[in-house]
């Protein structure tokens, strides 16, 4: 199974390419992470902020794989405990299908991008840097497939 990780913006603080890279590489290749970066439009001194989101989320479904499970990223989710993450990964490994994360920029996911997935996964009610969430996600994908290994990690 590949997980498609698709986020809205280029080019994030070094430490977050550092972090995401480290978890990704942690995963198995039957299980690999897969990161695709969706560029922010150019914002001018007054940009339209509804124009500028239909851009992102026109390219991000653009970006879904065919036949993929599609997951929002989205304060409206389920929020999921480590355990419950990781019999989900272990549901979604083992029904054949590819899974796509959609990770929204800073003004969030258009109501298309929402209707488009299958599943809505809160990581908190905090609103979080849209860079920051790709680190969350890439660890808490490490973290539930150590949990089906029984690898000391989650502890």
């Known amino acids: ?3 498609h990780m698709i ?4 080019r ?3 430490w977050v390419t550092l972090a995401y890279q480290d978890y990704a590489q942690r995963l ?13 439009p150019k914002r001018g001194r007054n940009p339209d902020l509804d124009r500028l989101r239909r851009e992102e989320g026109t390219a991000m ?7 993929c499970l599609t997951i929002a990223l989205d304060l409206t989710g389920s929020d999921w405990d480590s355990v419950g993450l990781s019999r989900r990964l272990s549901d979604w490994m083992h029904s054949g299908r590819d899974v796509a994360l959609l990770i929204g920029g800073p003004d969030g996911l258009t109501r298309e991008c929402l209707e488009r997935a299958e599943l809505k996964w809160s990581l908190s009610r905090l609103t979080l840097p849209h860079a920051l969430v790709r680190v969350v996600v890439a660890e808490q994908l490490y973290r539930a497939w150590s949990i089906l ?3 000391p990690y989650h502890r």
């Open 61 to 67: 479904l653009a970006a879904i794989p065919a036949n």
């Open 149 to 151: 290994q029984g690898h």
């Open 7 to 10: 986020c809205v913006g280029q």
């Open 28 to 40: 198995p290749h039957g299980c690999s992470l897969h990161l695709v970066e969706i560029p922010t």
């Open 1 to 3: 199974m590949r997980i």
């Open 12 to 14: 994030p603080p070094e």
